[in-house]
């Protein structure tokens, strides 16, 4: 049975007091879970959550990074300078930076596997436009950018790797896939990975939903059969609002 996991995605936001300030309010509020729960928040605030959430069942993560181990890179972080203060997880891929700083499935591809050398876990976002959604294309892209995201990983790697399928149209805008409509496209992407590593990882990957995750929606989402919890935006940042997804279950 594969677990929860819930990841909060704080993009550009929070200074680090308070971030500090967040973790004391939202510890308590999730300490019961059974469920794994992960803030992955800005460079400036890492350091002050990864103190802040020692003792806690709360793991950290980044928001990106370069796939290069050092060099000539002005503004980067490379996955060695994550993994050195502690750093356990990384978003890569979300559509965020495809949209607005030109990556690409090449480009993800390498730091997947610049953060597995470096022992971290990498969360991979794959998610269709509007456009190619109406245009009927929604399981061609996710399967696409799948294949192309693990191309060249072991299948115990393929296995550590959590896909966040977000399509999105439904990023920030309050629109949410249907349950089921989230659950077929994570489907699709568990039959790609099935066919290309075989029924025995595909069955281990976590797949989580992202895309106006919130409160409301979360035990409906997170109760399908193919979704293995969320990877949350703006319902992440205020601290019992995250807490009561994080404890749908409850």
Request: aromatic share 8%; glycine share 8%.
């Amino acid at each position: 049975m594969r677990k929860k996991v819930i990841a909060g995605n704080w993009k550009m936001n929070m200074l680090p007091n308070e971030a500090i300030e967040y973790i004391q309010e939202f510890e308590g509020l999730v300490k019961d879970t059974k469920n794994e729960v992960i803030l992955c928040v800005p460079y400036i605030d890492l350091f002050y959550c990864l103190n802040s959430a020692q003792g806690t069942n709360i793991k950290i993560g980044a928001q990106n990074m370069h796939w290069e181990e050092k060099g000539a890179f002005t503004g980067e972080v490379s996955a060695q300078m994550l993994k050195s203060i502690g750093v356990e997880y990384v978003i890569l891929g979300h559509s965020e930076r495809r949209q607005y700083f030109a990556e690409t499935d090449e480009t993800v591809n390498k730091k997947i596997k610049a953060a597995f050398e470096n022992g971290l876990k990498p969360i991979v976002c794959v998610g269709e436009t509007l456009e190619q959604r109406e245009s009927g294309k929604t399981a061609e892209i996710i399967t696409t950018q799948t294949r192309l995201a693990l191309d060249g990983l072991t299948n115990d790697q393929v296995k550590n790797t959590i896909i966040a399928y977000e399509p999105i149209w439904a990023i920030g805008t309050g629109k949410t896939a249907t349950s089921e409509d989230a659950n077929n496209s994570i489907k699709e992407i568990r039959a790609e990975i099935e066919k290309n590593y075989g029924k025995d990882v595909a069955d281990e990957v976590i797949i989580q939903y992202g895309g106006s995750v919130k409160s409301a929606n979360a035990k409906e989402l997170f109760s399908m059969s193919d979704i293995d919890g969320g990877l949350v935006g703006g319902a992440s940042l205020k601290p019992d609002e995250f807490a009561k997804i994080v404890n749908f279950d409850k």
